[in-house]
C-alpha cells in the first residue's frame, strides 16, 4: 500500500491545474498590449494601466490555504496608451530583454532600473494632472473684476511648494535610477556624475554616432534637476526655490503659482508651476528613452553575422505605437526588424 500523504491534495490539484483570468478591473476594460515577464514578476501592459499578476502560489508558497487567490494589482496607473509608456517601459522592454541585447549587461536587472523610473515618472505624472486639474478648479469661478470697494479676490491654490517638492523628488529619483543604468555599462563612472560620463563618452571616437551632443543637450537639465533638489533639502540663501501661488502683479495682471530656481550653477528664472511640470517632463522621458538607445547602440552585438544596429523606425514597421526605437537589420535597401 502507497503512502496515503503521497496522494495529491485538493489544494494541489486546484494550484497545478489550467486556470484563466480576466485582466479588467472596474475602471479599465482597455486591451492587452504585451505580457512582460522579468524573471520573478509577470506584468500585463493594457492601455490604460500595467498590472501585475501573482499566482496562488506566491502568496501562499506552503499551500496553507486553498481559499487563496491569484491577485491582480494595478501598480502603474499609466498604459500603452500614454507616449510615455511606450517610450520608457516598452523600449526598455525590447532593448534589454531581446536576443539583441548586450551580452555584458544582465537584462533584467537593467529593465528592473527602468521600472523603478517608470514608478517615479508615474508618479510626477500624476502631480502634474492633480495640479493642473487643481488650478482649474480655483480658477473657474473666479470673477475677473475689481469690486467696488476696490478689493479683489485672488485665488489661493494652497500647497504649492510642497506640490512642487515632491514633484522634484520624483524626479530625480529617476534620474538616480537612470545614472545606476549608466553604470551598468560604464562602471568606472562614479565620482562626478553626469559631467564624469560625458568625458568619459567625449573621449570615445566621435564619429560613431551622436551621443556626445545628446549628453551636451540633456545634461543640463539633469543637473538642474538635481540641483533642484537639493535647493529642497539643503537650503541656503544662494541655493534654494521660491515657490508663489496665486498673486497680483503691480499692472493688476494675476499671475498663476510660479517657481524660481535660485542656483549659482543652474538657475531657473521665474515659470509657471504648471509650465515647469511639463516641460520637465517631456524632458525627463525623452533623456531616459534616449540614454537607454545610446547605451544599448554603443553596446549592440553580432546576431547571425548580421550587423545589428538600434534605429529610429518608420511608423508602419513599429511593433507598438509609441515605441520609436529597436534593434534592426539592414539588408541592401530593405530594413528588417530584430527580435
Same mark, same amino acid.
Given at each position: 500500500?502507497?503512502?496515503?500523504?503521497?496522494?495529491?491534495?485538493?489544494?494541489?490539484?486546484?494550484?497545478?491545474?489550467?486556470?484563466?483570468?480576466?485582466?479588467?478591473?472596474?475602471?479599465?476594460?482597455?486591451?492587452?498590449?504585451?505580457?512582460?515577464?522579468?524573471?520573478?514578476?509577470?506584468?500585463?501592459?493594457?492601455?490604460?494601466?500595467?498590472?501585475?499578476?501573482?499566482?496562488?502560489?506566491?502568496?501562499?508558497?506552503?499551500?496553507?490555504?486553498?481559499?487563496?487567490?491569484?491577485?491582480?494589482?494595478?501598480?502603474?496607473?499609466?498604459?500603452? !496608451? /500614454?507616449?510615455?509608456?511606450?517610450?520608457?517601459?516598452?523600449?526598455?522592454?525590447?532593448? #534589454? %530583454?531581446?536576443?539583441?541585447?548586450?551580452?555584458?549587461? !544582465?537584462?533584467?536587472?537593467?529593465?528592473?532600473?527602468?521600472?523603478?523610473?517608470?514608478?517615479?515618472?508615474?508618479? /510626477?505624472?500624476?502631480?502634474?494632472?492633480?495640479?493642473?486639474?487643481?488650478?482649474? $478648479?480655483?480658477?473657474?469661478?473666479?470673477?475677473?473684476?475689481?469690486?467696488?470697494?476696490?478689493?479683489?479676490? $485672488?485665488?489661493?491654490?494652497?500647497?504649492?511648494?510642497?506640490?512642487?517638492?515632491?514633484?522634484?523628488?520624483?524626479?530625480?529619483?529617476?534620474?538616480?535610477?537612470?545614472?545606476?543604468?549608466?553604470?551598468? #555599462?560604464?562602471?568606472?563612472?562614479?565620482?562626478?556624475?553626469?559631467?564624469?560620463?560625458?568625458?568619459?563618452? !567625449?573621449?570615445?571616437? =566621435?564619429?560613431?554616432?551622436?551621443?556626445? %551632443?545628446?549628453? /551636451?543637450?540633456?545634461?543640463? #537639465?539633469?543637473?538642474?534637476?538635481?540641483?533642484?533638489?537639493?535647493?529642497?533639502?539643503?537650503?541656503?540663501?544662494?541655493?534654494?526655490?521660491?515657490?508663489? !501661488?496665486?498673486?497680483?502683479?503691480?499692472?493688476?495682471?494675476?499671475?498663476?503659482?510660479?517657481?524660481?530656481?535660485?542656483?549659482?550653477?543652474?538657475?531657473?528664472?521665474?515659470?509657471?508651476?504648471?509650465? #515647469?511640470f511639463n516641460q520637465a517632463? =517631456?524632458?525627463?522621458?525623452?533623456?531616459?528613452?534616449?540614454?537607454?538607445?545610446?547605451?544599448?547602440?554603443?553596446?549592440?552585438?553580432?546576431?547571425g553575422g548580421l550587423s545589428? %544596429?538600434?534605429?529610429?523606425?518608420?511608423?508602419?514597421?513599429?511593433?507598438?505605437?509609441?515605441?520609436?526605437?529597436?534593434?534592426?537589420?539592414?539588408?541592401?535597401?530593405?530594413?528588417?526588424?530584430?527580435?
Open positions: 500500500m502507497g503512502n496515503q500523504t503521497d496522494k495529491p491534495q485538493p489544494i494541489d490539484k486546484l494550484r497545478d491545474g489550467a486556470g484563466s483570468l480576466e485582466i479588467r478591473t472596474p475602471d479599465d476594460d482597455s486591451a492587452i498590449s504585451k505580457l512582460i515577464s522579468t524573471g520573478d514578476r509577470l506584468l500585463v501592459v493594457k492601455g490604460k494601466g500595467i498590472y501585475e499578476i501573482k499566482l496562488a502560489d506566491q502568496v501562499d508558497p506552503e499551500r496553507t490555504n486553498i481559499a487563496t487567490p491569484n491577485t491582480i494589482q494595478r501598480v502603474i496607473p499609466y498604459g500603452a !496608451d /500614454a507616449p510615455w509608456v511606450g517610450a520608457v517601459i516598452l523600449t526598455a522592454h525590447h532593448l #534589454f %530583454q531581446s536576443s539583441c541585447s548586450p551580452s555584458e549587461i !544582465d537584462g533584467v536587472t537593467a529593465f528592473a532600473l527602468v521600472l523603478k523610473m517608470a514608478e517615479d515618472i508615474a508618479g /510626477a505624472h500624476q502631480l502634474e494632472e492633480n495640479y493642473r486639474k487643481a488650478e482649474e $478648479v480655483v480658477t473657474k469661478n473666479l470673477d475677473p473684476k475689481i469690486r467696488k470697494d476696490r478689493s479683489f479676490i $485672488v485665488p489661493a491654490l494652497g500647497n504649492v511648494e510642497s506640490r512642487c517638492n515632491e514633484f522634484l523628488q520624483r524626479a530625480d529619483h529617476a534620474l538616480q535610477e537612470l545614472f545606476r543604468l549608466v553604470r551598468m #555599462f560604464y562602471s568606472d563612472v562614479d565620482s562626478g556624475g553626469w559631467e564624469s560620463f560625458k568625458k568619459r563618452i !567625449d573621449g570615445e571616437p =566621435q564619429d560613431i554616432d551622436n551621443f556626445p %551632443q545628446f549628453l /551636451a543637450e540633456v545634461i543640463p #537639465f539633469l543637473q538642474l534637476i538635481r540641483n533642484a533638489r537639493n535647493c529642497v533639502e539643503h537650503p541656503r540663501a544662494e541655493q534654494r526655490l521660491v515657490v508663489t !501661488d496665486f498673486r497680483l502683479d503691480p499692472k493688476n495682471m494675476l499671475l498663476p503659482p510660479m517657481i524660481e530656481i535660485i542656483h549659482p550653477r543652474t538657475p531657473q528664472k521665474k515659470v509657471p508651476v504648471g509650465v #515647469f517632463l =517631456q524632458n525627463l522621458v525623452n533623456a531616459v528613452e534616449l540614454m537607454m538607445v545610446f547605451l544599448c547602440a554603443r553596446h549592440v552585438r553580432l546576431i545589428v %544596429q538600434v534605429m529610429e523606425l518608420p511608423p508602419d514597421r513599429r511593433r507598438s505605437e509609441h515605441v520609436r526605437y529597436g534593434y534592426s537589420a539592414v539588408l541592401g535597401d530593405q530594413i528588417v526588424p530584430m527580435g
